[in-house]
């Protein structure tokens, strides 16, 4: 009986040590997991992205305009310019559905969505899924998770989360609650300016004031912080073939440098899935490639 408990007691450590090893072979499996489709692709692996959707202007109109110094003689020059970017369709609603879900979810016109009747995967589910943090900052929505479809310069047609049921409404903060401790940042979110800071109904030196004022704080922590600023327009003025400024910066984009691939938002949406270390990837962004040429 002494020798039978004596082998009992020998063998639970070796049990418990076995069980420890598998448990931290795990944990490595799903690291590497985590990491893996962003080096694959060649892309870092930043702590935050922050994507800003501007309005309604062309490559052109934005892109070595004087108009523009902020975004051409600090993000473009620090950063990376896309010069082939383009939306996908008109008018705005079903664009911002395909960057944030890579399909426009039968979306064809600007109209107020029921709050909460598409289903559909989407870059905000599959950061919950993953345990990873999401929240997007909407400049004059009335309160944190509104689900109003209008209120003074606050349209409900530029934040498309609020379609999908799968998105908690209360990850929808006004740009109020834009955090001033960049640390504390999703390891997403998406930045959606009003209806005059984002160039759709006021300038585009009013929309480029804006984001050196209120974001230009965080691009430049950005670069020594393991983290990313983009900045993108959900179309142009319908008259430039839908060609669209997008403009990346950050620590590991490497400042100078520029792409001529054409890209649209389903590569911008794919791109921003695996810096998040993603492996699933929401409607045609399955098929679409990363944007590539500008990391360093």
Known sequence: MTAV???QRTRRPLTALAGAVALTATSIGVWAATTSAAQAAGLPTPDHV??????NHAYSQVIGSSSAPYIN?????????LTQSYGLTHPSEPNYYMLFSGSNQGRTDDSCVGVGSISAPNLAS?????GKTWKSYNESLPSQGSTTCSSGNYAQKHNPWFG???VPTNTAMTFAQFPTDYTTLPKVSFVVPNLCSDMHDCSVSTGDTWIKNNLGAYATWAQTHNSILAVTFDEDNKLSGNRIPTVLYGQHVAAGSSSSTT???YNVLRTVEDLAGLTSHAGNAASASDITGIWN
């Not at 922050?50 to 309005?55: L, P």
């Not at 003689?73 to 310019?81: D, P, R, S």
């Open 263 to 265: 890209y649209n938002h």
């Open 164 to 166: 999908f049921s799968n």
């Open 73 to 81: 003689n600090t993000l473009k020059a620090g950063g990376a310019n």
């Open 5 to 7: 408990k004596a082998s």
């Open 126 to 130: 599959e950061l919950i899924a993953a």
């Open 50 to 55: 922050v994507v800003v959707v501007m309005e």
